[in-house]
């Protein structure tokens, strides 16, 4: 069976310094993985997907992750964090069986600072 | 442009009333999902469906029912609400590729919040 660990539930950065969200998976095969953001009262929104074309990913809102199959890690970065880049992330890997099933991650909360 | 749209957006139930929570996509994807999000426990799959008539459960489905009747439609009821089911429900939908290789995303509703006192 697929999982995925957030290492962190909640990170703070300061507006204009890099963000990093950390996230590590368990697969038995080669994984689909995601990540979602969820501001308050909203539902997920796509940020960006991995399925197994180039490792290096790029999402919306300048947000990028990149795909580690020797450290089995997906971790979410930013350059500069932007006060509206404060939310809720998921990371998440795809299953298999039927259904296209989705596993999350707990969620990391970011947390931007003037 | 509505995507996934659920109803209603808030809720408040009795313990022991029954409620229906209504999902509708305009996207023509044939699989659809309701989740729960519950404080630092990230989603947790309730029921999902791979077309209209067929049903199954996922990993927390007790205290639970759903249909699909329709592509468009899957509303899921709670026929005994207890104070367990407190919670943010969040319907999903996706297409399908031959057997799910990739995993394709899922999109999401804004949710129901329900609170059962």
């Known amino acids: 069976a697929q999982s995925v660990t957030q290492l962190d539930s909640h990170v703070s950065v300061s507006e204009g310094t890099p963000v990093l969200l950390r996230c590590n998976y368990s697969?038995?095969?080669?994984?689909?993985l995601f990540w979602y953001v969820q501001h308050p009262n909203k539902g997920l929104q796509l940020l960006l997907k991995y399925t197994s074309a180039a490792t290096l990913v790029k999402g919306i809102n300048g947000f990028e992750a990149e795909f580690k199959k020797s450290e089995t890690s997906f971790h979410l970065t930013k350059p500069s964090a932007h006060m509206s880049d404060a939310a809720e992330y998921f990371c998440?890997?795809?299953?298999?069986?039927?259904?296209?099933?989705?596993?999350f991650g707990t969620g990391t909360q970011l947390k931007v600072e003037l | 442009n509505a995507g996934v749209t659920q109803t209603p957006k808030f809720r408040i139930l009795k313990i022991g009333q029954s409620m229906t929570l209504q999902c509708t996509q305009d996207m023509n994807h044939n699989y659809m999902y309701w989740y729960r999000q519950d404080p630092g426990m990230g989603l947790k799959l309730i029921y999902y469906?791979?077309?209209?008539?067929?049903?199954d459960k996922g990993e927390v489905p007790n205290g639970y029912n759903v249909s699909r009747s329709t592509t468009e439609d899957f509303p899921l009821r709670l026929e005994l609400a207890a104070p367990s089911q407190t919670s943010v429900y969040f319907c999903?939908?996706?297409?399908?590729?031959?057997?799910?290789?990739?995993?394709?995303?899922?999109?999401f509703g804004d949710g129901t919040r329900l609170s059962i006192l």
């Open positions: 469906s791979v077309g209209a008539g067929i049903t």
């Open positions: 697969s038995s095969y080669s994984p689909s």
């Open positions: 999903a939908s996706s297409y399908s590729t031959w057997r799910d290789r990739p995993n394709q995303p899922q999109h």
């Open positions: 998440v890997v795809g299953g298999t069986g039927g259904g296209n099933k989705l596993t």
